[in-house]
């Protein structure tokens, strides 16, 4: 851990490369697949990663701010 708080490097890689693989996917399944159920199940699960990749992205960047303002204010 830097002066500055922890890397964020290799979580921005995980999140970019989920979303990415997201993306890639339903952009797939759009141009190339019929409407099937296992089409608009793999379209949903892909929105559901994206939504839950982005919201723990964000809720752990505020916990990690939060945490290292409280650890500098007691010390």
Do not use: C, H
Not at 61 to 70: L, P, S
Request: hydrophobic share 50%; glycine share 10%; proline share 3%.
């Amino acid at each position: 851990m830097s002066a500055r708080g922890p890397s964020w490097k290799l979580r921005r890689r995980a999140v970019f490369g989920s979303l990415v693989f997201s993306m890639l996917l339903i952009i797939y399944v759009a141009i190339k697949w019929d409407s099937t159920p296992l089409a608009e199940t793999l379209v949903l699960g892909a929105f559901a990663l994206i939504g839950t990749v982005v919201a723990a992205y964000i809720g752990g960047a505020v916990y990690e701010d939060v945490r290292i303002n409280n650890q500098q204010e007691e010390g």
